[in-house]
């Protein structure tokens, strides 16, 4: 039973994570998520059903393109690997529990966030508010399954005060931080929230810690400027992530060593 449970979890991180990749590709272009059908980027023939088949169609066609041979990036199988890692990732830290519906939506927009972020250093609107209103929705779902409405207050609080914290980050240092690092904070607080108060201050210090170091790293190393902008987006869907999977484990060890 829970093998196969397991198994439809990992299925459904595939399907979502093909469907992340039309997002991430589109969104940002401002192009339809329906229309026209996914095509080969190199002669334009439309994809059949049985070549998009996450994974499975890109290993036995060995990248390319069935037509053309045109090469079809390592990108798209690997984005659908990661949100089937996630996934199960996920139920590995919550169990098939009310919030887990939340959480998958929860990491799959901030996997699609990270990297559009990554690609073109920018958070599209519509992707963090979409993610925020159907976490959201999820998480109100469980808490009144569980009839627990204190995570989601500890949630709501934490967003607002993260909100407020990446605001004034925004103004101080408006070209490190955009306004959609401030949008993608309210979404990451609500997310850590709900799992404790704990995960909000790890979460927010691995979010720095990462982009602080990583950053310095890559200006030391001379591999970006000093003034060239950062995806620091990454930094903190990364960082939240991290808080979220080994949270009660780090959670422990600042009352281990306080
Ligand atoms: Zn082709």
Redesign the pocket.
Known sequence: MRVTALALVGLLGLAVGSFLNVVIYRTPRGESLVRPRSH?P??G?EIENRDNVPLISWILLRGK?R??D?VISVRYPLVELATALLFLAAVWRLGFSWALPAYLAWLAGLLALALVDLELLKLPRSMVFTTLLVTSVLLVAASSATHDWHRLLVGVIAAVTWFVLFFTMNFASPRILGFGDVRLAVLLGLGLGWLGVGHVIVGFFLANLLGAVIGITLIVSGRMKHDQPVPYGVFLAAGAMVALFAGPYLVTLIHLTS
């Open positions: 080969c190199h002669c023939i393109c037509h053309c045109g």
